[in-house]
């Protein structure tokens, strides 16, 4: 089929004109593809993780290792998504790629950042890593270690955002995230 744009066309779900790279506190959900439970199992209202559960877990715990500029708070792994609150600090860049030396003249800024200077890191460049890194991860499970297959992608193509205003939201989403595993049953990612 020949790509028509008034067929084919996404529409975003990010907040149109809002800077996700901006200070903040930002509640997500990342699902997996199908909603295939592939991270371990509810047993008595708690999340039992297997080996790539653990594994998930671990990532997301190593972003403000690699990530500058990026911390991390509340978060769980639940059999087929995970939900977890990121908070950008300030002006994020990867570790290793620190701030340049020299000012950025005119003719810099036209033609491009300078070499050796990493561009501010937003809210969708963690996703994407985190993502990424996961799946090479998972993947290398599958072959290693026996985990279960997945079809093309370990991950849905997008992911749930949520800015965080105040701090009543705050608490409220920190409850929802550790109260998930209870309410399994009744959660919309349940299959």
């Not at 890593?129 to 290398?140: I, M």
Request: proline share 6%; glycine share 6%; hydrophobic share 30%.
């Amino acid at each position: 089929m020949k790509h028509d744009p008034d067929l084919h066309h996404r529409r975003s779900i990010r907040l149109k004109g809002y800077d996700y790279s901006q200070a903040g506190l930002y509640f997500i959900t990342i699902c997996t593809q199908n909603r295939l439970c592939v991270f371990g199992e509810i047993k008595n209202g708690e999340m039992v993780l297997n080996d790539a559960g653990m594994m998930i877990k671990t990532v997301w715990h190593e972003i403000p290792v690699y990530y500058h500029g990026f911390n991390i708070h509340e978060f769980i792994v639940m059999p087929n998504h995970v939900h977890g609150i990121i908070q950008i600090i300030s002006n994020p860049k990867p570790v290793g790629a620190g701030p340049c030396a020299c000012p950025i003249n005119e003719r810099q800024q036209q033609i491009g950042q300078p070499q050796g200077v990493a561009p501010t890191m937003s809210l969708f460049d963690i996703v994407h890593r985190f993502k990424t890194l996961t799946t090479k991860r998972y993947t290398d499970g599958v072959k290693n270690n026996g985990w279960p297959r997945f079809n093309k992608k370990l991950w849905q193509r997008n992911y749930y955002e949520h800015i965080i205003r105040n701090e009543k939201s705050y608490y409220q989403i920190s409850e929802y995230i550790q109260t998930n595993p209870v309410k399994w049953q009744d959660d919309k990612y349940y299959v």
